[in-house]
């Protein structure tokens, strides 16, 4: 069975902070995605990444950055946080289809 | 553009009644297709996904979906809904090799 951890489940950080999530995948998938989720408006696309130290922009990706240094470790960097990022964060990972999502980081900034 | 809609925010049924949740598409060809659940404090698990072939597909947990080219839809159906079905449900499409874009999702309430 596939697993995908989310290092936190909840966060709660300070705007302006640097805020790191990390997702790691033990499915050597080679394609992983951050998802933020908010009420109303669904799963929108931050990043993917289809290798390693590949990347490309989701639906979203101002305020964000990835980095994928590794095949089973995709991390989501918030370079300072503010408070409309405040959100679930979804990661998941696939080789062809369907997704496998982790269980989610809620972030919160103040 | 492509787009999913789920016309359902929040639906409501009592357990044991059937249950159909909707979701429409918009894409020129036909894309895969998939249901996801979400429990509450989970993340998002599959239910049953759709690529070609037989337009009724069964998922797990006695969930089942007919996909309706015509109709552009994908609507998720379950003949008796069970106290434990309580969760959110988000339909999904795939262009054929592209990323996947989620529906708004539908939030289900079932009433003892």
């Known amino acids: 069975d596939v697993k995908v951890t989310q290092s936190s489940r909840y966060l709660v950080k300070r705007t302006g902070e640097k805020v790191f999530l990390e997702c790691v995948q033990d499915?050597?998938?080679?394609?992983m995605f951050w998802y933020r989720q908010d009420p109303g408006l669904g799963l929108r696309l931050i990043y993917f990444s289809y290798d390693v130290k590949m990347k490309e922009k989701g639906d979203i990706p101002e305020g964000y950055s990835v980095s994928r240094e590794k095949k089973e470790r995709f991390s989501l960097i918030l370079e300072s946080a503010s408070t409309n990022q405040t959100s679930m964060y979804l990661c998941a990972s696939t080789e062809n289809s369907p997704l496998h999502f982790g269980n989610g980081t809620r972030l919160t900034v103040t | 553009a492509q787009s999913v809609t789920q016309p359902d925010i929040h639906i409501t049924v009592s357990e044991g009644a059937s249950l159909e949740l909707r979701c429409n598409y918009s894409y020129g060809a036909t894309p895969y297709l998939f249901w996801y659940v979400q429990s509450p404090g989970q993340g998002l698990q599959l239910l049953l996904k759709?690529?070609?072939?037989?337009?009724l597909v069964q998922g797990i947990k006695g969930f089942e979906a007919e996909f309706k080219r015509s109709q552009s839809s994908f609507n998720l159906r379950k003949p008796s809904v069970h106290w434990s079905d309580a969760a959110e449900y988000f339909c999904?499409?795939?262009?054929?090799?592209?990323?996947?874009?989620f529906g708004q999702g539908t939030e289900l309430s079932v009433k003892p």
């Open positions: 999904a499409v795939a262009p054929q090799g592209g990323k996947l874009i």
């Open positions: 499915m050597d998938h080679e394609n």
């Open positions: 759709y690529f070609s072939g037989d337009t």
